[in-house]
């Protein structure tokens, strides 16, 4: 049986294509942000990838389904809102690059509305849940 791929060269190819698309409006980052990160930014939360049940071959390869939850934060309701729109619209409209995968078009699984991230801080946040299914090309 084959092994799902590494989650990491997906997750790092989908924080560089936010960070390529998204330069001038929000910082991306893999995983957490620093202390004193100033916003709007998005978090990318990754899982470790799974096998796909549904389309086992003969050849008993698989794909992969790699869910993963983006976070856009803001300093506003307004800029969590817009980050997370302008966020969305690239993860559905563009495909990440991963040596030896094919990826197929990134799909929203659910999402969440904004809000603050508690009473006792200035930050909005809105998130959105991903799958990104991929495929060895070799």
């Given at each position: 049986m084959t092994q799902p791929q590494d989650a990491h060269p997906l997750a790092e190819a989908i924080r560089q294509m936010l960070d390529n698309a998204l330069p001038s409006a929000a910082t991306v980052h893999l995983g957490g942000v620093p202390s004193g990160t100033?916003?709007?930014y998005v978090v990318i939360y990754p899982d470790?990838?799974?096998?796909?049940?549904?389309?086992?071959?003969?050849?008993d390869d698989v794909s992969t389904d790699f869910r993963f939850q983006a976070t856009s934060v803001g300093a506003t309701y307004s800029q969590a809102m817009l980050t997370a729109g302008m966020?969305?619209?690239?993860?559905?409209?563009?495909i990440p690059a991963v040596t030896g995968r094919r990826v197929r078009p990134i799909r929203q699984e659910?999402?969440?509305?904004?809000?603050?991230e508690d009473e006792s801080s200035p930050l909005w946040f809105a998130t959105a849940q991903y799958l990104a299914r991929s495929d060895r090309t070799s």
């Amino acid at each position: 049986m084959t092994q799902p791929q590494d989650a990491h060269p997906l997750a790092e190819a989908i924080r560089q294509m936010l960070d390529n698309a998204l330069p001038s409006a929000a910082t991306v980052h893999l995983g957490g942000v620093p202390s004193g990160t100033p916003t709007p930014y998005v978090v990318i939360y990754p899982d470790i990838g799974t096998e796909t049940p549904a389309d086992r071959s003969l050849a008993d390869d698989v794909s992969t389904d790699f869910r993963f939850q983006a976070t856009s934060v803001g300093a506003t309701y307004s800029q969590a809102m817009l980050t997370a729109g302008m966020a969305n619209t690239v993860l559905l409209t563009t495909i990440p690059a991963v040596t030896g995968r094919r990826v197929r078009p990134i799909r929203q699984e659910g999402s969440q509305p904004v809000r603050r991230e508690d009473e006792s801080s200035p930050l909005w946040f809105a998130t959105a849940q991903y799958l990104a299914r991929s495929d060895r090309t070799s």
